[in-house]
């Protein structure tokens, strides 16, 4: 326990099970915490560097693993809310806090007397006699070394922790300007004539939304994806959607304070330099050293094998709507203000159902009952909400987790709805991550208190929340991410539940997707909010089979991001024009002008709002592959819920987290490691495939 002087509500959480007093913390807090929770790690850093022991594992890498026990806390309570409720005062922090921590680690990991003990372990590793959990560890740290520049000459470690320094800037203020754009920009509509075409819970949502920003009355279109894109699907007004459209593909490209292309720029330098520095070829090369995929060429392969696939798909789906445009009197091409409304009057007329006809089945209590229940299903877990608690916002709700004999294992809250003050997107992170090893204060391990955050439209007073399909794919996404923190069973903290490479933390959430639409779980958990009767079995065969509808479009918004993504970041000379850059790879792909990226690179969010996913969006499809293939393995037993399959799941994939190679986990779940087959025929491109050649 800390002895400085500052909140000990930061430090010292003692609430329900361990659950931080956010009711206890002001944003004031955070800056004295910061401070004291450095100081204090400096600290234990200085004694184990300094230790006249000679190294062990234990002096030296499990010291290592508990140290820093308080500033871990301060920063997750901290970048919590700096993602899901943030303020003026926690933004202006975030751009200070950002950099330090940067500067901090920096400091850390060219400790010349830490690397010497981590350094004369890593050479003698084979003579130690340990687990391979304690083997993964060694290397992690070792590694984690080498790439802060324990290697180098000072000179160049002094300029490597500038670069880290700048970049953790540069990422701090890339989020900030697309949240501001998001709040910066609204649409509002008041005449009835501006509402064609909504059915009632957009109108709904948007009226909440016009309540939420402060307006009163009226109906408001924000940049949340959660109107933004039932509004692109439903409005017949043309002109009001591509108004909406082109604000919402604007973000960070705006000019002014808020403009991100001068941020891409120099992240990309410096991101090139720092690999230089580290002695890789490129950016690409350093963050993909340690994944799965290991190389740009194998990213750039499996990319490549599914464009031509998908953009042919999307070509032949906008023949279709083009022709759906001239039967209503059009003379305009496809746009990509058309193609969401357009497709959505397709699948009516191919599926004869609607997203308005589905929507009222899909409430969210009834799929965040359906995610618990799955889980249960699986891995013998089961969810009891715990009401009353103090949380960060009022919206957020606080479950406890039991496994099958009662015994509790896991804290998990769910943050379901959008607000001003909330960045975009839907995420899973952590307050603490599962491990055993006794900490300083004599507890034995820790509790999971894992998160999820998503942005769906939050309903009127007294009114149901209703999801889309997609809405409902996304609680399940962020779900299996969740299950991966919260089923982790693992010694050290940095192996801990989601701590594995980048190309495969995604699939643990990618595959529990799959199970949303399983008939049992969908027939018992679709239904009506009015009436209560289980969606129509004829419509739920209909949904089932338009599960590929639309997958050219959404293959091609995926993989032109992230080929452009790799792009940016396998670049031999300095990016003067990160626009230019995109607008030549989007030409060499020949990209339909009716689809844009998902994510264009001013608000590419994933890749420039910090390093997670940089040189790594490539990383959900690379998962994907190994989730349709996991998924497989259930088919091929004819049962979702296998318990045999279930327990071979979990026992190798949620419960490992990084203690193992991820390529040996996945063998030893599947036995086997898998092509893109059944990745390609998910998405409904494997007749191409064959047609082509087989090449998929």
Request: net charge negative.
């Amino acid at each position: 326990m800390a002895t400085f002087s500052a909140n000990s509500a930061l430090f010292d959480w003692s609430g329900h099970h361990g659950l931080p007093r956010f009711d206890q913390v002001k944003d004031e807090d955070f800056a004295p915490a910061f401070d004291a929770a450095i100081a204090l790690h400096e600290q234990e850093i200085a004694e184990i560097a300094g230790n006249s022991d000679e190294p062990t594992f234990e002096n030296t890498i499990v010291a290592l693993e508990i140290a820093g026990d308080e500033l871990s806390r301060v920063s997750s309570v901290f970048w919590g809310k700096a993602g899901a409720h943030t303020n003026d005062t926690i933004q202006a922090l975030e751009r200070e806090i950002a950099p330090k921590m940067s500067r901090h680690y920096s400091k850390i990991g060219t400790n010349a007397e830490l690397f010497a003990r981590i350094d004369a372990l890593w050479q003698k590793r084979d003579d130690l006699d340990l687990t391979v959990e304690q083997q993964r560890v060694l290397e992690r740290h070792w590694k984690g070394f080498v790439k802060s520049g324990a290697n180098l000459p000072e000179d160049q470690q002094k300029r490597l922790s500038s670069i880290n320094e700048t970049l953790a800037g540069l990422g701090a203020s890339f989020g900030q300007n697309v949240l501001g754009d998001e709040k910066a920009w609204s649409l509002k509509l008041t005449e009835e004539a501006d509402l064609e075409g909504l059915p009632v819970f957009v109108k709904e949502a948007m009226a909440e939304a016009a309540k939420e920003r402060g307006e009163g009355s009226g109906y408001l279109v924000t940049l949340s994806r959660s109107i933004i894109e039932p509004f692109l699907t439903f409005s017949t007004r043309r002109d009001l959607r591509e108004q909406a459209f082109k604000a919402w593909v604007a973000r960070g490209e705006n000019g002014g304070e808020r403009d991100n292309v001068a941020i891409v720029r120099e992240t990309l330098a410096l991101r090139a330099e720092k690999a230089k520095l580290l002695g890789y070829e490129n950016y690409a090369a350093l963050k993909l050293d340690n994944t799965m995929a290991k190389t740009p060429k194998a990213v750039n392969g499996l990319l490549g094998q599914v464009w031509q696939k998908a953009r042919t798909k999307a070509l032949e789906e906008e023949a279709s709507l083009s022709g759906l445009i001239s039967e209503a009197g059009g003379n305009h091409p496809v746009m990509p203000w058309d193609w969401r409304h357009y497709a959505e009057k397709l699948r009516e007329r191919t599926f004869s159902f609607s997203e308005s006809e589905l929507k009222p089945y899909l409430q969210i209590e009834k799929i965040i009952e359906a995610s618990f229940d799955v889980a249960e299903r699986l891995f013998g877990i089961k969810a009891v909400e715990v009401k009353g608690l103090p949380v960060y916002h009022p919206d957020v709700r606080v479950f406890e987790i039991h496994d099958e004999e009662g015994n509790l294992k896991a804290l998990f809250l769910g943050d379901y709805f959008a607000r001003s003050s909330k960045r975009s997107g839907a995420w899973m992170s952590s307050f603490q991550s599962q491990h055993k090893l006794t900490l300083k204060n004599g507890m034995q391990g820790e509790l999971p208190i894992i998160y999820n955050v998503c942005n769906f439209a939050k309903p009127a007073e007294g009114k149901p929340a209703l999801l889309s399909l997609d809405d409902a794919r996304t609680l399940f996404h962020e779900f299996g991410h969740a299950l991966h923190g919260m089923l982790s069973n693992v010694t050290y903290p940095s192996v801990s539940g989601t701590g594995v490479s980048r190309d495969f933390v995604e699939l643990p959430s990618q595959l529990y997707e799959h199970w949303l639409t399983v008939p049992e779980i969908f027939e018992k958990y679709a239904v009506h909010y009015k009436t209560g009767e289980p969606m129509p079995k004829a419509l739920l065969d209909k949904v089932l089979a338009a599960q590929t509808f639309n997958a050219g479009f959404s293959t091609v918004e995926f993989t032109s991001s992230a080929l452009v993504d790799m792009a940016f970041h396998t670049q031999e000379s300095t990016v003067e024009d990160p626009m230019a850059v995109q607008a030549k790879v989007l030409a060499e792909l020949d990209m339909p002008a009716s689809i844009v990226m998902r994510h264009a690179t001013p608000h590419f969010q994933h890749v420039f709002a910090g390093d997670g996913y940089s040189a790594g969006y490539y990383s959900y499809m690379w998962s994907e592959v190994l989730d349709a293939d996991a998924f497989a393995a259930f088919e091929e037993v004819g049962n979702a819920f296998d318990p045999v399959t279930a327990r071979k799941l979990k026992n190798n994939i949620y419960s490992v987290g990084g203690s193992i190679d991820p390529e040996e986990a996945y063998a030893a779940f599947r036995g086997k490691l898998p092509d893109p087959t059944a990745m390609l025929k998910k998405r409904g491109l494997s007749i191409m495939a064959e047609l082509s050649g087989g090449d998929g």
